[in-house]
């Protein structure tokens, strides 16, 4: 059984970078993909960034193109997603979500067999 666990989340003022870490315990992300996605409430779930097995294929939401970067060390069984030029609008609860069931599309988190906890993001004005 895969158990994610995210982690660093905090509070930063706008401008700032943050980045977040996805480990596992009882399994191994290298060979699955690995996404990670943000929750405010209120608002709808919104899925923010992909990494396929290798780490050379991925995806961005469109809110975060340019400023965030997600990536993958298999040596650490980690996924990371980078956050730079944080905005306030950032804030949420980040999950990451691993094995992406084939076929599906990767922004509904209910496509993937694993998700964490999650980490929050505090993005301050």
């Known amino acids: 059984q895969v158990h994610l666990v ?3 989340g905090a ?3 706008a401008g700032g970078s943050l980045r977040l870490s996805c480990a596992t315990s009882g399994g191994t992300l290298n060979s699955k993909t690995v996404a990670w996605f943000r929750h405010t409430p209120g608002k709808e779930r919104e899925a923010v960034a992909l990494t ?3 780490g050379r294929l991925t995806r961005y939401a469109d809110s ?3 400023r965030f970067t997600i990536s ?3 040596s650490k069984d980690n996924v990371y997603l980078q956050m730079n030029s944080l905005k306030p609008e950032d804030t949420a609860m980040y999950y990451c979500a691993a094995l992406l069931r ?3 599309v ?3 988190i209910g496509n993937y067999n694993y998700r964490g906890q999650g ?3 505090t993005v301050l004005s």
Do not use: L, M
Request: proline share 4%.
């Open 6 to 8: 995210e982690s660093g």
């Open 11 to 13: 509070s930063v003022q």
């Open 52 to 54: 396929y097995p290798g």
């Open 64 to 66: 975060v193109k340019g």
């Open 72 to 74: 993958r060390d298999d």
């Open 102 to 104: 084939a076929g599906t």
């Open 106 to 108: 990767w922004d509904d």
């Open 119 to 121: 980490t929050q993001v």
